[in-house]
């Protein structure tokens, strides 16, 4: 695992080495030094931050794991009775979802004045299972059973880099995050819309991304998520652009 990059000063500056590295075993923490005369690190926006960092001397250090570009993300899905595409097919009398194809994306639209972006798709198993495992057991199973009826609109808020920052402490990369206002209400809008929408078209019940969600199954349950009280620690989000260093919602037509 690289610790830090090794160099020194010179009359022009800071001069790179060598990598300091350590195995990741657990079981030693002595470092050994890789001596090089060109060091590229592409650990992505996180760790590399983490890396130069913990690096001695080097410079412009106020700079290091600023702006870093979450665009945080959650998941509004839906059950329906009947599957949400036609590509499935009949396999020994049984329902075989999607025709070998995970996941289907089929719309994409920024809404400027909500600070967010639509994305609408059908689930695949992996990302249901995830989205559901706050519920009780029996309650999931029956879901997971069911993923083929299921259908999601993904919201993207559109991020401030201000509010996050990459940190080191005790010689690990943590995040520094602010949570913002903003984000939480364009989230609450976005659940009223995203619910509304899918009652609309015929869903049986809506699932919003929340530790403890209210149940959304007709149109006069869109008055619980008015009365909603949460913030991002009881959101089920995550970022789009795990490398933290991609601007979005710059231009709306991009």
Excluded at 130 to 151: A, G
Aim: aromatic fraction near 10%.
């Amino acid at each position: 695992e690289a610790r830090s990059v090794v160099g020194q000063e010179v009359k022009e500056g800071w001069t790179a080495s060598g990598v300091a590295v350590s195995p990741r075993d657990g079981g030693s923490r002595s470092t050994t030094t890789i001596s090089a005369r060109r060091i590229i690190v592409a650990a992505g926006a996180f760790f590399s931050s983490a890396v130069l960092l913990r690096s001695p001397g080097f410079p412009n250090r106020q700079s290091i794991g600023q702006k870093i570009y979450l665009q945080p993300h959650a998941q509004v899905f839906a059950l329906f009775d009947e599957p949400m595409t036609t590509n499935g097919v009949i396999d020994g009398g049984q329902y075989v979802p999607f025709n070998g194809v995970p996941a289907i994306y089929n719309f994409l639209g920024f809404l400027e004045e909500h600070h967010f972006w639509w994305l609408a798709s059908i689930l695949y198993p992996a990302s249901l299972a995830s989205f559901v495992s706050h519920l009780p057991p029996q309650e999931h199973f029956e879901i997971m059973r069911k993923f083929h009826r299921t259908m999601s609109l993904t919201v993207t808020v559109k991020d401030d880099p201000a509010k996050s920052r990459i940190v080191v402490k005790d010689g690990r990369a943590q995040l520094d995050f602010e949570e913002s206002k903003r984000d939480i209400e364009s989230f609450r809008r976005c659940f009223s819309v995203a619910a509304k929408g899918l009652l609309a078209v015929g869903a049986r019940r809506v699932f919003l991304p929340l530790l403890r969600p209210p149940v959304i199954e007709k149109p006069s349950d869109l008055e619980k998520i008015e009365k909603l009280k949460f913030t991002y620690n009881d959101l089920i989000s995550y970022s789009d652009h795990t490398s933290g260093g991609t601007p979005f919602g710059l231009d709306s037509q991009r």
